[in-house]
């Protein structure tokens, strides 16, 4: 089975502090996804990678950086943390433009 | 750039009864997804859909795919309580890697 795992379910944040939040996969999928999901409005796309050093921005990057130093590991950056990013973040990967495979979510809370 | 329309956004349906959620994309795709989400749990593919004519089924769903019309349906025969949730599509753009969703459609099935 393929498993993606992201570091935390829940933290809470100031507002103004650098957050990391670091999504795994076992599945040596070359594309990986950072999503936030937010009553009514769907899953929105933050950034993806398609591969290693790689990175596209998605719909909604103001605010996050990511980083993918090695091709199992995703992670997304929170520089300054805003009460506006307290949101469910999601990350997923997939093979190439096949099914995505996702975590259980990471509820951030921006304090 | 891709949009994914779903409607409609909430459904409330009577036990026994059929149904069907459409899914609308607005730019050429030829892969489209559907998950499926409980409260509080992250994102469970339920079906993938890659040709023009693409149908599955699983149970009491069925999937379909239009890609000359750009749609997809989620159809519901008989619907039980145990289908409350949320489900989603996503598609790729034509040639790239970006999944993006839709915005979902809650789904509540009352006796």
């Known amino acids: 089975d393929v498993k993606v795992t992201q570091s935390s379910r829940y933290l809470v944040k100031r507002t103004g502090e650098k957050v990391f939040l670091e999504c795994v996969q076992d599945m040596d999928h070359e594309n990986m996804f950072w999503y936030r999901q937010d009553p009514g409005l769907g899953l929105r796309l933050i950034y993806f990678?398609?591969?290693?050093?790689?990175?596209e921005k998605g719909d909604i990057p103001e605010g996050y950086s990511v980083s993918r130093e090695k091709k199992e590991r995703f992670s997304l950056i929170l520089e300054s943390a805003s009460t506006n990013q307290t949101s469910m973040y999601l990350c997923a990967s997939s093979s190439q433009g096949f099914e995505a495979f996702f975590g259980q979510g990471t509820r951030l809370t921006v304090v | 750039e891709l949009k994914v329309e779903q409607n409609p956004l909430f459904l409330s349906m009577q036990e026994g009864k059929n149904y069907t959620i459409y899914c609308n994309y607005s730019t050429t795709s030829d892969r489209l997804y559907w998950y499926r989400q409980d409260p509080g749990k992250s994102l469970e593919s339920l079906f993938v859909l890659l040709s023009n004519g693409a149908v599955k089924q699983e149970g009491r769903l069925m999937a379909s795919l239009d890609t000359k019309a750009r749609l997809s349906t989620l159809h519901i025969t008989a619907a039980v309580h145990d289908l409350s949730a949320t489900y989603f599509c996503a598609s790729f753009p034509y040639n790239t890697d970006k999944l993006i969703f839709g915005t979902g459609t809650r789904l509540q099935v009352f006796p």
């Open positions: 990678s398609y591969d290693v050093k790689m990175k």
